[in-house]
């Protein structure tokens, strides 16, 4: 009916209900890009509260390892009340304190996206309560009662508090990440940080209580602590790999430069002095070697803050960025929206209304009416443009045509050149292809990537005795066999001559030989008819390994390889490989 409606409109009225159709569609138009805009804007905002929080929760930890220090100072002094140590010690649980509030307050802001974050904070500040109410007994009996079990306790439990606060590091910083992907390397460098200030903080437990009961460094305590010191210099090596383009920011080399001669070069270096000195005779005090320690491990905490910071700046840049953008889309905007309706009221004026007076000759030419009365000046040229209307529209036509006749032939090809024409699967350079994509997502995802390898068993001599035919028979039954007994997400294709390999993705070492074992069977319970009427069986002997971290496709296929050669001269018709991997515990995928 509508359609109807439109035709019994005049020209005139067709062009004022078409322009009140574009402003409406331009003001759609603007309406979006004005919300996308706002949407960066919202974002960059979300991003600095993430990282505000993620950023106090951090701090939290820095704070506890802080107060942590005090309490060991605190329980080394032969002084049971030595009041300048208990008041450094309840200056730095205020502060712990303080900050705790203060992420409970920023939790509670957005308590739906911070769940475990909160329940985490909830039950450290208890657990903190209980650990604080332990040290303060231990620090009121005098130095030559304290047990070493009653020390290590206490230890213990200022260090399962700092555990505690774990799963709400992890959150934060995951969705911070997932808010603004471009903040996500500061905050697993962060992460590292945070994780390197906490192994050097453990490192330095483990001479608390030879340090406070005056004891010698035995073998144990100090394989221990070289364990520590290995777990650092990993993170270490982790945060150059993790940097980006952070090195680059203003004040991020001097604070790396900083972590490098003050905590790796002084902190290992009084390390290195009190485990040279080994016993308790010329051990130092707790007091001398925690207060020089703490001062090593600052550095890290400023790396650590200094990348929060640079983060925190290119996000606020990024924001008033946002918002500078979003004024300019709004102004551009209603520039464009007004210009549209003067150029509108400008066409009607220049062009609308000369046509409406060729109206009468366009209809008498569109009716065939040849001997009508001379058209108007202008009509001869109103007559061509619908003429090369109709050109373009004959042209488009065939373009169309022709792009789609393109894209087919351009899509057979691109299957042509990744399947083996023969067998109908991947051919080697597709399966490469998928092979290291899988390997990638594998080691970003954490899940492992299964490499069956096959070869049929003697196809040479079905080709010398039955001839090519039938050994072109042969691989593409096994290949069509092989494919219905995989799943979807497997991937099948040929590498050579009668070579296989089957890539299984999310494997175990057991699922690899399962998935190997049934294309084992299903291949040897084959029965192919020959063309003369009798039928040939063939077997396939098969290797297999199973991607690792930092898993290479070509170390990947080598291991395959080695182990289909274990297979073949180990009789054929047989699975080989991962026979160790299959004893250890497999992780759940």
């Known amino acids: 009916m509508w359609i109807v409606a439109v035709k019994k409109l005049t020209l005139d009225q067709k062009f004022h209900f078409g322009s009140l159709a574009i402003v409406l569609i331009a003001v759609a138009l603007a309406g979006q890009l004005m919300y996308h805009s706002y949407q960066e804007l919202q974002t960059n905002r979300r991003s600095l509260e993430n990282l505000t929080l993620y950023h106090a929760v951090l701090n939290t930890a820095n704070l506890l390892a802080a107060e942590r220090g005090d309490t060991f100072r605190l329980l080394s002094d032969l002084r049971v009340h030595d009041y300048p140590q208990r008041r450094s010690l309840a200056e730095a649980r205020q502060r712990s304190d303080a900050e705790l509030e203060r992420v409970s307050l920023l939790i509670t802001r957005h308590h739906q996206d ?81 994780n390197m200030r906490e192994y050097a903080g453990r490192l330095a437990a483990q001479l608390m209580v030879p340090l406070i009961k005056h004891q010698a460094i035995d073998a144990s ?249 039938i050994g072109d028979l042969v691989l593409k039954t096994v290949a069509q066999t092989v494919a219905r007994a995989c799943r979807n997400e497997d991937n099948i294709g040929r590498v050579g001559g009668e070579e296989f390999i089957v890539l299984v993705p999310l494997a175990d070492a057991r699922a690899v030989r399962a998935v190997a074992e049934k294309l084992r069977q299903r291949i040897e319970n084959l029965r192919i008819a020959l063309p003369s009427g009798g039928e040939l069986r063939v077997t396939a002997s098969f290797g297999i390994a199973l991607s690792g971290p930092h898993a290479d496709w070509d170390k990947l296929v080598t291991q395959a390889d080695t182990a289909l050669y274990e297979a073949k001269h180990s009789g054929r018709n047989r699975v080989a490989g991962l026979e160790r991997t299959e004893t250890m515990a497999s992780p759940a995928i």
């Open 114 to 194: 911070f769940i475990v974050a909160g329940r985490a904070v909830a039950r450290l500040q208890r657990n903190l309560v209980q650990a604080r109410a332990v040290a303060d007994q231990l620090a009121a009996e005098p130095l030559a009662t304290r047990d070493d079990a009653e020390i290590r306790h206490v230890i213990a439990s200022m260090y399962r508090v700092a555990e505690d606060l774990r799963p709400a590091i992890t959150e934060t910083g995951v969705h911070a990440s997932e808010t603004d992907r471009r903040i996500s390397d500061a905050v697993l460098m962060s992460q590292t940080m945070g």
């Open 221 to 469: 305590r100090q394989q221990r602590i070289n364990h520590l010191r290995d777990h650092l210099n990993e993170l270490a090596g982790l945060l150059n790999r993790q940097v980006g383009n952070y090195w680059n920011m203003p004040g991020m080399q001097q604070a790396r430069h900083s972590v490098a001669q003050r905590y790796f070069g002084d902190g290992y270096g009084l390390l290195d002095s009190v485990l040279r000195q080994g016993s308790s005779a010329r051990l130092p005090s707790v007091m001398a070697f925690t207060d020089r320690y703490t001062q090593s491990m600052r550095s890290i905490e400023q790396l650590q803050t200094q990348i929060i910071h640079s983060a925190t700046r290119q996000a606020l840049r990024g924001s008033q960025r946002a918002k500078r953008e979003a004024i300019a889309a709004m102004t551009l905007c209603c520039a464009l929206i007004v210009a549209l309706i003067i150029l509108l009221h400008i066409s009607r004026r220049r062009m609308l209304v000369p046509l409406l007076q060729a109206r009468k000759a366009i209809i008498d030419l569109a009716d065939g009416n040849l001997l009508a009365a001379r058209p108007p000046r202008g009509g001869p040229e109103v007559e061509q443009l619908f003429d090369a209307i109709d050109v373009l529209r004959a042209n488009q036509e065939k373009r169309l045509q022709t792009e789609r006749r393109l894209a087919e032939m351009t899509q057979q090809l691109k299957h042509q050149a990744e399947t083996d024409t023969l067998t109908g699967v991947h051919n080697r350079r597709a399966l490469e292809t998928i092979g290291e994509q899988l390997l990638n997502h594998a080691e970003f995802g954490g899940w492992r990537v299964g490499l069956v390898m096959f070869d049929i068993d003697h196809f040479k001599k079905v080709n010398d005795v039955h001839g090519h035919p």
